[in-house]
């Protein structure tokens, strides 16, 4: 179990999960749960399809490569970077292949609605970043960029490679995801395993640079991830239907999923995990308490709480 939600003394939900914990040499430090159950990575995947964009040849600076691995909120900057990667290489929002949508910042969704927008664009999508960044890399390298998304694409293939080799376990067969491209299969610890690379594995250091550097474009103040990222010496990505991913620099990688989808519960017991390996200061601990505890309200006033518990099993090495 990951988290209850008590509601004036009753539980209301019990959320069931799995997590795990990779040391810096990605051997397996703690686990809680099914950490062998496939699910699909979904946006959790973006730093690493990100990596495969700069090693095909995309020319990308930090901000960007932070967006090519975002799911943005749909802000002024995150739109301006997008447009700027497909400028650079000769492209535009019509070139972009997601599906046409609303930001997904409520904000940001709020502002272009009240501005007189009527309908969806494609750029506005929170994969945008992803996909610039992709048609960047095949026109870098000459590839069509009509056929991006399939999952024979060579781009898309050198992404399934690395993926499966990154984590030690196959991504396929390949499902569909919310935003067209190719969605790949894993668990909690072939993610647990990635995570900890991202951290340690010299290919992947400018990706993690960029997403420790640029958290707020890599999500969006307030998230999960963003906001463990900025508390900590660590890169975060979450995906869609609770999972998120965690990698600290040069000590541990970390992987929650929820089975019921939540993302607020996903980041929390992350966050809780790598309380639990001494991942935390007493500051650290202050600048995510609304990410490891959430109160519940009724009628405007705290009637209850969203609180973890999760407990660890140990490896026999720690």
Known sequence: MLATRT???LV??????????????????????????????????KPFQAAISLEAGASLEPSEIAL?????????????????????????????????????????????????????????????GKHAAWLAACQ?????????????????????????????????????????APVLRTTVRAMAVMFSRLGTD???????????????????????????AI?????AKRGALGCIGIAVHQQFGVAAKSWDGSDQVAAMAAAVALKLVGGFTPAIE??????TGRLIEGGGQPVGRLEPHLELQWSRAE
């Not at 959320?15 to 062998?36: K, N, P, Q, T, Y």
């Not at 802000?75 to 301006?80: C, F, G, L």
């Not at 508390?231 to 890169?235: F, G, I, K, Q, V």
Request: proline residues 6%; aromatic residues 6%.
């Open 7 to 9: 509601r004036s003394g």
């Open 231 to 235: 508390a900590t010496n660590s890169a």
């Open 140 to 180: 870098a390298r000459g590839w069509p960029i009509e056929t991006y998304l399939d999952p024979e694409h060579p781009l898309q293939v050198k992404i399934q490679d690395f993926v499966s080799k990154l984590g030690d376990y196959p991504t396929g067969p390949v499902g569909v995801d919310g935003c067209g």
């Open 202 to 228: 010299n290919r992947l250091s400018e990706v993690f640079q960029a997403m420790h550097r640029f958290p707020s474009l890599v999500s969006g103040v307030g998230n999960g991830d963003a906001s463990i």
């Open 286 to 291: 202050r600048s995510l308490s609304d990410v």
């Open 68 to 128: 090519a691995s975002s799911s943005h909120d749909g802000d002024p900057v995150h739109i301006a970077i997008v447009r700027r990667i497909l400028e650079r290489a000769g492209l535009t929002e019509d070139d972009l292949q997601c599906p046409p949508n609303w930001p997904l910042g409520v904000t940001a969704r709020h502002r272009l609605i009240g501005s007189g927008h009527q309908k969806r664009s494609r750029i506005w999508h929170n994969c945008s």
């Open 12 to 45: 209301e939900t019990v959320h069931e999960g799995a997590v795990a914990i990779m040391d810096h040499e990605s051997r397996l430090v703690a686990w809680s749960g099914e950490i062998d159950r496939p699910f699909f990575l979904r946006s959790s995947a």
